[in-house]
């Protein structure tokens, strides 16, 4: 028995998350991956599943996307798939879940037992996935609900290699003097912790992020540092207050603070970050040489 590898079933797997966790535990765990887009779930077997790691979501999507859409995939998919593991004798269910179900930015910082207030849609639905596993929850049926601000890494999209693709395109962006705090999380450090709360059978509510937040100035440093490229980041008259007039959104993401407090996740877990914001974006540049577990 000290030798039993416990099997996992992984949805979204093909994410940078998913890949990362894959690879790094492939050897730790017997991992079985599920694609509710290309595999069917009426022929889902999840007998002999130990633990599933549910990534697989409808996130934010720019150009919009339906009420019905986000609650189809991110509520109905989440709990049709924890209510056949649960059936099937599985004993732990891993939510992937957001700080979206918070609210939005925020001059105070979050932490597990922050109420939720979400505004859009996609942390909404994301609440609501949470709030429905909980009742799902059980003595055999442990679920760990975790919520993340931006994870970033090696393959990472959105908004967060839009700001590669700029720092690589221009030298001089307005950015200077930007003295904000984000919290971000590191897709090392964050499949550290689904490892630490699947090998301790945790369950609960437990919020990722990296050791300290950043100030946008200071990603860009960082993100130029990694490329081998310099930056100038100005400090523009005006261009703060024309930003939150013609781009509000763009404006909150670049100059608003979204803070995390997981001292009671690191109680909790006993846990360790083993890898700094710094050795995080150079490896969402470069790339990680993964040393397998």
């Known amino acids: 028995m000290l030798n039993y590898k416990k099997t996992i079933l992984l949805t979204g797997a093909s994410g940078f998350v998913g890949s990362y966790f894959v690879t790094k535990y492939t050897t730790k765990y017997d991992i079985k991956t599920f694609s509710f887009l290309k595999d069917d779930f009426k022929s889902l077997h999840v007998k002999d599943i130990d633990v599933v790691f549910h990534l697989s979501a409808l996130v934010h999507q720019m150009g919009g996307a339906s009420d019905a859409e986000y609650e189809r995939v991110n ?166 207050s024309f930003l939150q007039l013609v781009k509000p959104s763009f404006y909150k993401r670049l100059y608003g603070d979204l803070q995390v407090d997981n001292t009671q996740t690191k109680e909790m877990l006993n846990l360790q970050n083993p890898y700094t914001t710094e050795e995080g974006i150079l490896y969402m540049i470069k790339g990680e040489k993964i040393d397998k577990q």
């Open 75 to 240: 509520v109905t998919q989440t709990l049709q798939l924890a209510e056949r593991a649960k059936e099937s004798g599985a004993g732990q269910f891993i939510f992937m879940s957001t700080v979206k179900v918070y609210g939005e930015e925020s001059d105070i910082a979050y932490h597990e037992n922050s109420t939720c207030k979400p505004q859009d849609e996609y942390g909404k639905s994301k609440l609501r996935a949470e709030i429905e596993l909980q009742k799902l929850a059980d003595e055999r049926f442990k679920v760990a609900i975790i919520r993340t601000p931006i994870v970033y890494g090696y393959g990472v999209k959105a908004n967060i290699k839009s700001l590669i693709n700029l720092v690589k395109k221009v030298p001089i962006l307005p950015f200077g003097g930007i003295e904000n705090k984000r919290s971000m999380v590191y897709v090392g450090n964050l499949c550290h912790m689904v490892d630490e709360i699947i090998m301790q059978q945790k369950s609960g509510i437990f919020l990722a992020s990296d050791d300290k937040p950043l100030r946008t100035s200071r990603l860009c440093e960082l993100i130029a540092q990694s490329l081998g490229k310099k930056v100038y980041l100005l400090k523009l008259p005006f261009f703060e």
